[in-house]
């Protein structure tokens, strides 16, 4: 790839913001990664630029049949100053997946992958110090020709920004809420809930402003056909410990099949536990909660990391998780995974990229 480079002069780059209080998504670095797609001529003009506005067409087919994928990874700063990727390559070849279902033209992922990882030395200085806090990236392809008929576009633009982040949900570690929404569906076998495409999270804003408005912080879907099988939170996968059973619901095709929920599968194997990729029902679940089974149940996420549940509501009733303290096993999967990501302890399984 033949990246084009315009670095921000001196005088014109942003302040920093203060790192204890970063919110999730909320500043934006000096430069990002831009490149476009013309059918026939495939992938030109890769660049690294000013972060800036773009200029697009009112007709540019992503704002009106949502052609637009997204990834969400993270730079870790670590010991002496070393800034670390985690698992960036399962994202990029999970965002060619998302493109092959949207219709959207692949890229190659080493280029890619070399790409970003010269964005991120670039804007090196804005990988947060503060303790937890990271530097997010949020490479984004979108349809961009100009043309009201519905098919596959024929020129598209991607693009990587970068912000440096705290942690998603404002509880930080601490156990979140969660609403058991049976009025909503958040995808259907056949559609497209295993990839990561902007719609997704469209269609999932209103029950989780709803949910917000009862005092929760994030929905748990049911699937789509019986309203009963849990699939995931939107925002992150979900695990519950039952018994000696650690649990999470199948790659069906209906959810995202997550990088953190595929390293807790790994880390939990490895610690020896039972690990169970399975259904799981609400009553399930609640049965083993009246039951005193129900030891944890925790969401994983690149976002979200790892995010106890302390309640969960459903038709209306509130059932106390754990005593609403984050349980053992998160803590210790928060932990390993953490210091795996910042580089603090040896990584066995190749995970993590240094920058
Ligand atoms: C992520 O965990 O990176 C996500 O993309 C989830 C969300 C913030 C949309």
Redesign the pocket.
């Known amino acids: 790839m033949d990246l084009k480079l315009e670095r921000v002069i001196d005088n014109e780059l942003k302040s920093k913001p203060d790192e204890s209080n970063l919110g999730f998504g909320q500043y934006f670095t000096d430069h990002m990664f831009v490149m476009t797609y013309d059918e026939g001529k495939g992938w030109h003009e890769a660049g690294i630029k000013k972060y800036a506005n773009f200029s697009l067409d009112p007709a540019a087919m992503v704002l009106h049949y949502g052609q637009a994928i ?1 990834e ?2 993270k730079a870790y700063r670590g010991k002496r100053e070393k800034i670390y990727l985690f698992r960036p390559n399962a994202n990029l070849e999970r965002m060619n997946v998302s493109a092959e279902r949207m219709c959207m033209p692949t890229f190659d992922t080493k280029e890619v992958l070399a790409a970003m990882q010269e964005l991120i030395r670039i804007d090196e200085s804005w990988v947060p110090h503060a303790k937890g806090a990271t530097l997010y990236i949020r490479p984004t392809m979108v349809a961009i020709e100009a043309g009201l008929g519905v098919r596959p576009a024929k020129s598209y633009l991607f693009f990587i920004i970068l912000s440096p982040v705290g942690a ?1 949900y404002p509880e930080g570690f601490n156990p979140i809420k969660i609403y058991v929404t049976d009025t909503y569906v958040r995808a259907v076998s056949g559609g497209v809930g295993h990839v ?1 495409t902007a719609g997704n ?1 469209a269609a999932s804003i209103m029950a989780a402003v709803e949910a917000q408005k009862k005092g929760y912080t994030q929905v748990l879907w049911l699937d789509a056909v019986h309203r009963k099988f849990i699939e995931e939170v939107g ?2 996968n979900i695990f519950f410990q039952i018994g000696d059973e650690l649990i999470t619901p199948p790659l069906s095709g209906s959810i995202l099949p997550g990088i953190t929920r595929d390293s807790v599968l790994k880390l939990t194997k490895d610690w020896g536990l039972k690990v169970s990729e399975r259904p799981i029902s609400i009553d399930e679940v609640l049965q083993a909660n009246e039951k005193g089974t129900l030891k944890e149940v925790f969401g994983s ?4 990391v790892i995010s106890p549940v302390g309640a969960l509501c459903y038709k209306g009733r509130e059932y106390t998780v754990n005593g609403a303290i984050a349980g053992e096993l998160s803590q210790r999967l928060f932990a390993e995974l953490q210091a795996i990501q910042f580089g603090i302890k040896t990584d066995p399984y190749g995970w993590t990229v240094a920058v």
């Open positions: 997204f969400g990874l998603y990561k999270y925002t992150s996420g690149t976002a979200a």
